[in-house]
């Protein structure tokens, strides 16, 4: 192969997306992606696709989903989420310890960014599913979210490398990027393996796109802590770190919040990899309509502290610090049917059992289980509608006072749901 101007390393949406923007300033550009055909585009493939961006009015969203019906104006409040509001939900969620140069790109460039996505083929659509709530014969959107890729992780993943196909962008499939090759000149481009043989691949750039390290577990146990390596992945099996692994032993600075991540609620039956036949469904969200407990059945998070998207990506990790590294999601019967679907888990927990996991793998037996009147929700059961008022979903978390332990009162119409694993 001759010289490339641009090497990326990855095929996700950040590889892609700096591929595509490569080729548009004219250079020539490669990328490597680890994994097969069938599961590239990292984990951006397992992502449900929603995208945060600053707008101002329903015509700013119009610019990136130009589709949008004269009904679906009619009837939906879209709201505004201005680049202030961005700014102070950051600030928020991560108190106040984002690298502000890139706080300041993020919410700024925003929208301008998915303008270029759309232009580059990604569709948008508004999040009806999962963000917004019939009020008063209108929908309402909340929690600062309102555009996602149609499709979600897996369309956006296919929009962009048609793009790529298009711009003439090679990709090199099951390729490993095993080193940096670099002198005193600077790096100089990539050793690769692919399908067991490994050559040089020389550039004028490299680009690393690659993620983070959540697929190694020793650098999970490393990094994050004890019990980390017990953590369930809920995205792909080839992110193990190998990016920042290159840059470091040529001297890259370290830098960022090395002990913490991205740790959701996870399904205690989902393999240990993610599903692509599942998604992101793994994910158990709904406890804001409900309480969470432990094996002792004690509470241990306030389940209605905040939107649900200001919370979810942080309880994980709570999970993981309670005995056994599994909790109980409980709902009353008020909440049947609302809250986020998990439609596609029966399938996913019954290939489970069908190839011989053990029972209390399956979370159908558990030592340390909490002793209350409470009735199994079985895994995957269809939870269909939603509520016509948010205030009833939204504020449902004001009927269970923040208490170390379950009351009494409240053990006998309940529904549990063995739910809550870790990451």
Not at 102 to 115: A, D, F, G, M, Y
Not at 129 to 149: H, P
Not at 171 to 192: C, K, M, S
Not at 289 to 300: L, P, Y
Request: net charge positive; with cysteine; hydrophobic share 35%.
């Amino acid at each position: 192969m001759d010289q490339q101007d641009v090497i990326v390393v990855g095929a996700g949406n950040a590889a892609l997306c700096a591929a595509l923007s490569a080729r548009e300033a004219g250079a020539r550009v490669t990328v490597l992606e680890r994994a097969p055909v069938a599961e590239r585009g990292g984990n951006s493939t397992f992502t449900a696709g929603a995208i945060r961006v600053a707008y101002g009015s329903v015509d700013d969203l119009v610019e990136l989903i130009p589709d949008l019906s004269e009904e679906e104006k009619r009837t939906t409040d879209f709201g505004t989420y201005s680049e202030d509001q961005y700014f102070d939900d950051l600030a928020r969620v991560t108190q106040h310890r984002g690298d502000p140069d890139l706080v300041e790109l993020l919410v700024r460039r925003s929208h301008p960014t998915l303008k270029w996505l759309r232009g580059n083929g990604v569709r948008f659509v508004p999040i009806y599913g999962r963000q917004a709530f019939k009020v008063g014969g209108k929908f309402k959107f909340w929690g600062g979210l309102t555009v996602e890729v149609s499709g979600g992780g897996p369309g956006l993943v296919e929009a962009l490398h048609t793009a790529a196909e298009r711009a003439g962008i090679e990709v090199l499939y099951e390729a490993r990027a095993v080193a940096l090759l670099a002198d005193d000149r600077g790096v100089t481009g990539v050793r690769v393996r692919q399908k067991g043989k490994t050559r040089e691949l020389r550039a004028k750039a490299v680009i690393l796109a690659c993620g983070g390290f959540e697929a190694n577990a020793e650098w999970r146990t490393r990094y994050l802590g004890p019990n980390w390596d017990l953590a369930k992945v809920r995205g792909t099996r080839f992110n193990t770190g190998d990016g920042i692994r290159m840059a470091l032993e040529i001297g890259a600075q370290p830098r960022g919040n090395w002990s913490g991540c991205h740790a959701v609620s996870w399904d205690r039956n989902a393999p240990e990899f993610g599903d692509l036949a599942v998604g992101d469904q793994f994910q158990k969200h709904s406890y804001p309509f409900g309480i969470m407990i432990n094996a002792r059945g004690e509470r241990f998070v306030d389940e209605g502290a905040e939107f649900r998207n200001y919370t979810y990506a942080k309880y994980g990790r709570a999970v993981l610090e309670q005995p056994g590294q599994f909790a109980w999601q409980i709902f009353d019967p008020d909440h049947q049917g609302r809250g986020r679907h998990h439609r596609a888990i029966g399938r996913a927990s019954r290939r489970r059992r069908q190839a011989g996991v053990p029972a209390y793998r399956r979370g159908i037996q558990s030592r340390g289980a909490p002793r209350h009147s409470l009735r199994p929700q079985r895994q995957g059961r269809a939870r269909r509608g939603g509520a016509e008022n948010p205030q009833e979903q939204l504020g449902e978390h004001d009927r269970h006072p923040a208490v170390p332990g379950l009351r009494g009162d409240v053990r006998h119409h309940l529904h549990v749901r063995r739910a809550a694993d870790h990451q």
